[in-house]
């Protein structure tokens, strides 16, 4: 404790956290004698000589032995430049060490951020499950067709498209608010086609033909999803672009939408003339 010093505290300065570690001064403690010539005071009140009462020599130690999962385990960390992908970073490390060889019975695995996106990932995922089926529901509830269901739905995978073809294009990373940003766009993209599928439905219920209701839902909810796809992008084009953590977000709700939008006005009534039959249309007032 002498040499090597003890830990008292910690202090935070420029964000990093600093260990502030009291010893002896060297010029104090020259060598082994000057350790040895240390006063203690015993339990008497007297002072006694350290070499007098204990044998002082010098041998490697650790303080502690940590383990993970019953196993020894050393700790390494280290952080990266604000400006750098701590993904990337990684990945360029395990490139660089695929060549070495580990001694027998030692194995590397990686957490801190790395470990905490992998279980972040897991659990969007899981989300995505759960909101894919409490939006397939809402749907059958709504339209009360499994069919017409399946054609609304189809605006994810558009969207999904667009994504990805967008970050691509624009070289950002899929990173955990990318997929936050997937997630929200489920819903959005989801809407748009909910509004031209209701315009159809509501033609057909006035007694417009079949191919006529179709392509006068297109016509009439044309400004309505131009305008709410316009908005939603502007609304949160401050946020993708004021934050780098928050890029990947705004790119996917942006990208997606983008693509989604285009294709929805094409796509979901080309769908819905090919599956829906003008048998299909609300038969029960027809008979």
Not at 168 to 184: N, W
Not at 242 to 271: D, K, Q, Y
Not at 279 to 285: A, G, L, S, T, V
Request: neutral net charge.
């Amino acid at each position: 404790m002498y040499s090597t010093g003890t830990e008292t505290t910690n202090v935070i300065k420029d964000g990093d956290e600093i260990k502030v570690v009291a010893r002896f001064a060297e010029d104090k403690l020259p060598n082994l004698e000057a350790i040895q010539n240390l006063q203690i005071i015993n339990l008497k009140g007297q002072s006694v000589f350290i070499k007098d009462v204990a044998k002082i020599e010098l041998k490697p130690s650790v303080d502690a032995i940590t383990r993970l999962n019953q196993k020894r385990t050393v700790l390494l960390s280290a952080n990266v430049l604000s400006s750098a992908n701590p993904q990337l970073v990684l990945k360029d490390f395990q490139e660089r060490i695929k060549e070495y060889s580990l001694p027998e019975g030692y194995e590397i695995s990686y957490g801190g951020q790395n470990e905490q996106n992998a279980e972040s990932v897991t659990s969007i995922i899981y989300a995505m499950g759960v909101a894919f089926l409490l939006i397939i529901s809402t749907l059958i509830v709504q339209f009360n067709s499994v069919r017409k269901s399946l054609i609304v739905l189809m605006t994810i995978p558009l969207a999904l498209i667009g994504v990805f073809v967008g970050l691509a294009v624009i070289r950002i990373h899929l990173s955990f608010p990318g997929l936050i940003g997937v997630l929200a766009l489920f819903g959005i993209v989801v809407k748009n086609a909910i509004i031209l599928v209701d315009k159809i439905n509501l033609n057909l219920k006035s007694g417009i033909p079949h191919q006529e209701a179709i392509i006068d839902a297109g016509k009439s909810r044309l400004e309505a999803i131009f305008i709410t796809s316009v908005c939603t992008i502007f609304g949160i084009l401050p946020v993708t672009l004021s934050n780098e953590m928050w890029r990947a977000l705004g790119s996917v709700v942006i990208c997606g939408l983008l693509f989604s939008s285009f294709l929805t006005l094409f796509i979901i009534p080309t769908l819905f003339a090919t599956f829906i039959k003008p048998e299909d249309d609300f038969p029960k007032q027809q008979q």
